[in-house]
């Protein structure tokens, strides 16, 4: 009578109405009467809600697993004919991001520093240039007669230590 092959219509019932009057301590013969159904009807219609209710909760950790497929799939993706054919700030904006997550994974603070932390601070002040949110400022140059290759050099290399 009612089962799932039986060819019966299952009856809507209201199972928020149901679920508060259980709450409030009344038991299920007595909400089935209220309902106008049987108490096992009431109690199979509760059974499936918790069946569901328990695969709602398993979804939370399947999750991650979904994302980590699909952070699999676009790294796979990723050739590198596409690496070599990519704008230098998209390879400079993907690098952090790929940085930022390693950082993060080890436990440590995701803070970029030296010449990419420098490529991304030139990209802000280009991006803020196009955008006119930066006025340029005029500043006093200073020259040096020498040929700088040693100096060079070593600008380079306070770069590595700098924050931006």
């Known amino acids: 009578m ?3 092959n039986s060819g019966a219509v299952r009856k809507e019932i209201d ?3 149901a679920l508060d009057l259980l709450m409030r301590g009344e038991s299920v013969p007595t909400v089935a009467t209220e309902l106008g159904i049987s108490a096992p009807t009431l109690r199979s219609r509760i059974a499936d809600l918790q069946k569901k209710q328990g695969l709602l909760l398993q979804y939370r950790s399947i999750q991650s697993l979904q994302l980590t497929e699909l952070q699999a799939r676009v790294l796979e993706a990723i050739t590198p004919q596409k690496i070599n054919e990519a704008p ?3 390879l400079v904006a ?3 991001i790929l940085k930022d997550k390693e950082l993060v994974i080890e436990g440590k603070p995701s803070e970029i520093k030296g010449l990419v932390a ?3 601070y030139l990209e802000k002040q280009e991006q803020a240039l196009k955008d006119g949110t ?3 400022e005029i500043s006093d140059a200073q020259y040096d007669d020498s040929t700088g290759e040693e100096s ?3 600008s380079l290399a306070i770069l590595d230590k700098q924050d931006f």
């Open 2 to 4: 009612g089962g799932v």
């Open 88 to 90: 230098l700030r998209d």
């Open 118 to 120: 420098h490529l991304i």
């Open 15 to 17: 199972m928020e109405a």
């Open 134 to 136: 930066l006025v340029p």
């Open 94 to 96: 993907s690098y952090k």
């Open 152 to 154: 060079g050099i070593n």
